[in-house]
């Protein structure tokens, strides 16, 4: 079993940074490709960033490509998500998922790849 708990959400301002940390433990955390995603309220999940199992290839939603930063630390069993020049538009529960894989090289923007989810964290963008 993999559990995965995210953290630094809060509140900030317009223009403001945020760093969102996901960390695993259960299994080889090296294995799995991880992903965020994020829902705001009456929205579907949808996808921020993901990232493959070695760092090398990265993927991100349109309206964040520029302003946020997804990277990992497989010898700290954490992924991290920087956040840049925050939105009003980007607040909303952010989750990280984990899929663990054998030789797929790529990173899933697609949430029903995704087997493992943790409990979210809130990030607020006041205007």
């Known amino acids: 079993q993999v559990q995965l708990v995210e953290s630094g959400g809060g509140l900030v301002q317009a223009g403001g940074s945020l760093r969102l940390s996901c960390a695993t433990s259960?299994?080889?955390?090296?294995?799995?490709?991880v992903g965020w995603f994020r829902q705001a309220p009456v929205k579907e999940r949808e996808f921020v960033a993901a990232?493959?199992?070695?760092?090398?290839?990265?993927s991100y939603e349109d309206s964040v490509k520029g302003r946020f930063t997804i990277s990992r630390d497989n010898a700290k069993n954490t992924v991290y998500l920087q956040m840049n020049s925050l939105k009003p538009e980007d607040t909303a529960v952010y989750y990280c998922?984990?899929?663990?894989?054998?030789?797929?090289?790529?990173?899933?923007?697609?949430?029903?790849?995704?087997?493992?989810w943790g409990r979210g964290t809130q990030v607020t963008v006041s205007s």
């Open positions: 998922a984990a899929q663990e894989v054998i030789s797929y090289s790529g990173a899933y923007s697609d949430r029903y790849k995704y087997t493992y």
């Open positions: 259960g299994r080889t955390f090296s294995r799995f490709v």
């Open positions: 990232i493959n199992w070695s760092g090398g290839s990265t």
